[in-house]
């Protein structure tokens, strides 16, 4: 497993776990980041990423992206 932070851009990966708050992982539930679910990496600058879940484009800072392994 890795963080998200190290996906490039282009990659299609699996959500394995989630690390966090309680408050933190419901959020990132909301936003359709579960375990399991795929995840294509649209752009990646200095650690903060541009995902696509599903339908929905989201974008994830650093700190976000490292709590999300795949």
């Given amino acids: 497993m890795m963080?998200?932070?190290m996906a490039k851009a282009g990659e299609i990966v699996v959500i394995k776990k989630i690390t966090g708050k309680d408050e933190v992982r419901q959020h990132l539930a909301?936003?359709?980041?579960v375990v399991e679910a795929s995840v294509k990496i649209v752009n990646e600058v200095r650690g903060n990423l541009i995902i696509q879940v599903k339908d929905s484009r989201v974008?994830?800072?650093r700190t976000m992206a490292n709590r999300i392994m795949i």
């Fill in 59 to 61: 974008a994830l800072d």
């Fill in 30 to 33: 909301e936003l359709g980041l």
């Fill in 3 to 5: 963080p998200l932070s």
